[in-house]
């Protein structure tokens, strides 16, 4: 059976639009500082990772 991806992209369109209007500006400004936040304490974390692990090499 072979699948399309016709629906996709409307369906996800979809999505957002209907998210969007119980969006506050509060709570994306919240998101988008946790994310980066996230983000950089993963990168940091692999960073250590990688050092305790090259020095045990």
Known sequence: MKTTNQLAIPTATGTFLSILPNLN???I??????????AAVSFLMSL??????KKRS
């Open 25 to 27: 500006s509060s709570e």
């Open 29 to 38: 400004l919240k998101t988008m500082i946790l994310a980066a936040v996230g």
């Open 48 to 53: 250590l990772l990688k050092l305790l692990f």
